[in-house]
């Protein structure tokens, strides 16, 4: 871990999604969870939501100095988690992500965070996709790119947009193509704008990794004065700001 209390760190968990880890699983789940849980399609997504909730309450659990069945969680209008009282007032802000059996979570303390992963796989309407959902300069970036490209700059495009909404919370509501990120593979990860707002003057800063093969995951963070890094736990290679 990044030494300091204001640094970030990731942790990278490949799902066991077994019969006796997911019966072990879902006794630290709360009864919310659990029926959320069960209105699953499919046994195995449900079985991965169960799991990837149970790993974050002992993650949790380990930076609090906590048993995880003590870990309450409470959940915002826009879905995000965050601790319940008495632990809320540990300052812990955290976020997590799953697809498929790749789990990804970012711990801070002040800081506000959000992550995403996703599997790099064929979409059928993906043009469609960064047409509506992309800002005008991202969908144009989009196009520009070599064929062989547009799959990964449109995971990098899709995972970035969605850690910074989930950073966000709450606490605003702002349009995806409101805001801009950087999109082409080889290229660094940025926040290129917040409505009128140079990226680089917005209050948020930005990273990128493939947590696992043919996954690839972003984890967006609030800025601090030190600008203290992300530090990966179970990653191959860093993952800095």
């Not at 870990?71 to 540990?90: I, M, N, T």
């Not at 593979?185 to 043919?214: N, Q």
Request: net charge neutral; glycine share 8%; proline share 5%.
């Amino acid at each position: 871990m990044v030494e300091g209390d204001d640094a970030i760190e990731v942790v990278v968990i490949r799902l066991a999604i077994g019969p006796a880890a997911v019966r072990a699983s879902a006794v630290l789940l709360s009864d919310a969870e659990r029926q959320r849980a069960s209105r699953f399609v499919f046994d195995r997504d449900a079985h991965r939501f169960i799991v990837a909730r149970a790993r974050l309450r002992q993650l949790l659990a380990v930076r609090l100095g906590v048993r995880p069945e003590s870990v309450e969680l409470v959940y915002g209008a826009r879905g995000k988690p965050a601790l319940a009282l008495p632990e809320a007032d540990s300052d812990l802000r955290f976020n997590v992500s799953h697809r498929d059996e790749v789990a990804v979570y970012a711990f801070s303390f002040g800081r506000e965070v959000g992550i995403d992963v996703e599997a790099v796989r064929m979409i059928r309407d993906a043009d469609a996709i960064a047409a509506r959902s992309f800002s005008r300069r991202e969908n144009e970036a989009y196009r520009a790119l070599d064929p062989r490209d547009r799959l990964l700059g449109f995971f990098n495009c899709w995972t970035r947009k969605e850690a910074f909404v989930k950073a966000l919370g709450d606490g605003l509501s702002l349009p995806l193509d409101r805001f801009e990120v950087s999109l082409a593979p080889g290229e660094p990860a940025r926040i290129l704008r917040v409505g009128h707002t140079p990226g680089d003057d917005c209050g948020w800063r930005l990273a990128s990794f493939s947590p696992a093969p043919g996954f690839v995951a972003a984890v967006v963070a609030e800025c601090c004065r030190s600008h203290a890094g992300f530090a990966p736990s179970l990653l191959g290679a860093a993952v800095s700001v």
